[in-house]
Structure formats: C-alpha cells, structure tokens
C-alpha cells in the first residue's frame, strides 16, 4: 500500500507564488507518472500536471503552462508543484496521484490510470 500525502497549500492574493509538495510512503516507491490534479468547488476534478517518473518528462494544462512546474525527487520519493502568478481561478483543492501500474501508453491527465491519491490540500487565490 502507498500513502501519498499533500502540503504547501494556502490562503494568497493574486500574483503570489506556492509550492506544494507530495510525500510518498509505504510500499517500494516507484511509480510510472505522478500526477497533480485539482477540484474547485462545485466543479469536477480537472487535470493540472503530471511526470514521467523515469525520464523526468513533464505534461501540462494548457491554463498552467508557464506558471506551474512539476518535478520530482525521487531519492525523497516526493513529487513537487511550483506554482507562480496564481490567479483567483486556480483556487481548488489540489491533489497527487501516482500511477504504479501502466508502464507505457495511456494519458498523462486520465486520473483513472492513477491508483493512489493523496488526502488533498486547499490552495484559495484572492483577487
């Protein structure tokens, strides 16, 4: 079993910068992708970012690109989301996912390829 665990999340005004991180635990680590997805309220859970674990290869949002990063270190078993110029539209309860079991092909941003999830965190942008 893998525990992924999420913090960084918080109250910012527009403009201003976060980092998020995912902490895995339990079971040998070692994933296929990582994932960062969000849910606003009111709103179904939408794609963010996501990584290659092995190459390091990075797929994006359209919204996010240039604003977000995602990277990974992998002798911490943690998974980051740098976020810049938030905007009042980026406020949503974020979460990571890893994917243990597809290897190759499939979408980066199908959250049913991912089997585990962290608990979330809140990230609320003010305008």
């Known amino acids: 079993q893998v525990q992924l665990v999420e913090s960084g999340g918080g109250l910012v005004q527009a403009g201003a910068s976060l980092r998020l991180s995912c902490g895995a635990s339990g079971r040998t680590f070692s994933p296929y992708r990582m994932g960062w997805f969000r849910q606003a309220q009111g709103k179904g859970q939408e794609f963010v970012a996501a990584?290659?674990?092995?190459?390091?290869?990075?797929f994006y949002k359209d919204s996010v690109k240039g604003r977000f990063t995602i990277s990974r270190d992998g002798a911490k078993n943690m998974v980051y989301l740098q976020m810049n110029s938030l905007k009042p539209e980026d406020t949503a309860v974020y979460f990571c996912?890893?994917?243990?079991?597809?290897?190759?092909?499939?979408?980066?941003?199908?959250?049913?390829?991912?089997?585990?999830w962290g608990q979330g965190t809140q990230v609320t942008v003010s305008s």
């Open positions: 990584i290659n674990w092995r190459d390091g290869s990075t």
């Open positions: 996912a890893a994917d243990l079991d597809t290897p190759f092909g499939g979408a980066y941003a199908d959250r049913y390829l991912y089997d585990y």
